[in-house]
């Protein structure tokens, strides 16, 4: 019982944190599964998160959808390629060290959190489709942020945000919107290449999954009256990232 409130509290506070400030929330859930639910597998929790964040992930791309803000024929290009990449990654993941796996993963949080301080670069805007000059690009952007997403079992959206952008010059409202089809995409490679080796906890992933879409739902409500402190808690939150980065390092080297 204890497992399971720990699951459901924390997965709601991954959806919170992502329905509060966006991307950048779900490299939590692995520190969390492993560290505040008590998974021991470093691989099955990297398994298990990833299921987790791909569904939250098509859970908030139906919003996007709804809204118009998705540009399918780029999202639908990137992601492809991504799942090349992720299920290369996964499995090169699945190979690795636990411990060392978790050391890197650190040193990839340290990433995010600096990237989540950076600002956001604006695409050149709304009018943008799908051709020969930009879907190059966009398979080489998406082949290699699916694998460094399949490696971590991360959703990977500070990544795939920027590569959307760099690929076809989409608004920042498009890449936002565009990018939960590969989070989705990359988490699913993920988690079924991993749940094929036996490493997804499935009864701690559904507790998680349903308190992430609590959590997002109420994050996302709150982001709306906390519009205009949004700089200040991506700081906070980037503060977060980086403190766990740097346990994780400590606690692994």
Same mark, same amino acid.
């Given at each position: 019982?204890?497992?399971d409130?720990?699951?459901l509290?924390?997965?709601g506070f991954?959806?919170?944190t992502?329905?509060?400030i966006?991307?950048g929330?779900?490299?939590l859930?692995?520190?969390?599964l492993?560290?505040?639910? %008590?998974?021991?597998?470093?691989?099955?929790?990297?398994?298990?998160?990833?299921?987790?964040?791909?569904?939250?992930?098509f859970?908030?791309?139906a919003?996007?959808?709804?809204?118009g803000t998705?540009?399918?024929?780029?999202?639908?290009v990137?992601?492809?390629?991504?799942?090349?990449?992720?299920?290369?990654?996964s499995?090169?993941?699945?190979?690795?060290d636990?411990q060392?796996?978790?050391?890197?993963?650190?040193?990839?949080m340290?990433i995010?959190?600096?990237?989540?301080?950076?600002?956001?670069?604006?695409?050149?805007?709304a009018?943008?489709?799908?051709?020969?000059?930009?879907?190059?690009?966009?398979?080489?952007?998406?082949?290699t942020?699916?694998?460094?997403?399949?490696?971590?079992?991360?959703?990977? %959206?500070?990544?795939?945000?920027?590569?959307?952008?760099?690929g076809?010059?989409?608004?920042?409202?498009?890449?936002?919107g565009?990018?939960l089809?590969?989070?989705?995409?990359?988490?699913?490679?993920?988690?079924?290449?991993?749940?094929?080796? %036996?490493?997804?906890?499935?009864?701690i992933a559904?507790?998680?999954?349903?308190?992430?879409?609590? %959590?997002?739902?109420?994050?996302?409500?709150?982001a709306?009256?906390?519009a205009a402190?949004?700089?200040?808690?991506?700081r906070?939150?980037?503060?977060?990232v980086?403190?766990?980065?740097v346990?994780?390092?400590?606690?692994?080297?």
């Amino acid at each position: 019982m204890i497992t399971d409130g720990l699951a459901l509290l924390s997965g709601g506070f991954v959806g919170f944190t992502l329905g509060l400030i966006g991307g950048g929330g779900s490299v939590l859930a692995v520190p969390l599964l492993l560290y505040v639910v %008590g998974m021991t597998d470093p691989h099955k929790a990297i398994g298990t998160s990833a299921l987790a964040v791909a569904v939250n992930a098509f859970a908030n791309l139906a919003q996007h959808a709804r809204r118009g803000t998705v540009k399918w024929p780029c999202a639908t290009v990137f992601g492809l390629s991504g799942i090349i990449g992720a299920a290369l990654g996964s499995s090169l993941g699945k190979l690795m060290d636990g411990q060392r796996l978790l050391t890197l993963f650190g040193l990839v949080m340290l990433i995010v959190a600096a990237a989540m301080l950076r600002p956001r670069a604006e695409g050149a805007g709304a009018n943008v489709h799908l051709d020969r000059s930009n879907a190059p690009k966009l398979i080489a952007v998406g082949l290699t942020v699916g694998g460094l997403s399949g490696f971590f079992g991360i959703g990977g %959206g500070f990544l795939i945000v920027p590569g959307l952008i760099l690929g076809s010059g989409m608004a920042m409202l498009n890449a936002i919107g565009s990018s939960l089809l590969s989070v989705g995409l990359f988490g699913l490679t993920t988690s079924v290449n991993y749940a094929l080796s %036996g490493l997804v906890d499935w009864p701690i992933a559904l507790e998680f999954i349903g308190g992430g879409i609590i %959590g997002g739902y109420i994050g996302s409500r709150l982001a709306q009256r906390l519009a205009a402190q949004r700089a200040t808690l991506n700081r906070l939150f980037a503060a977060l990232v980086a403190g766990v980065g740097v346990y994780l390092l400590w606690h692994n080297t």
